[in-house]
């Protein structure tokens, strides 16, 4: 997975979340929550499972 593709589905799951990204302080929290939520999901697999799931 490169920046690109992870870049458009942050920006699909916050569409999907009704959160705009907007670099407001707000949206940076959103963001946070976003990526923390990917960990969640990646981190007990492999990479190639992890990409997959993304």
Avoid at 11 to 18: N, P, T, V
């Amino acid at each position: 997975m490169n920046f690109e593709e992870m870049e458009q589905q942050i920006s699909d799951y916050a569409k999907e979340h009704h959160a705009m990204l907007d670099y407001t302080a707000q949206s940076i929290e959103v963001l946070d929550e976003i990526m923390e939520t990917f960990h969640e999901r990646v981190n007990p697999c492999s990479e190639e499972e992890g990409d997959e799931i993304l």
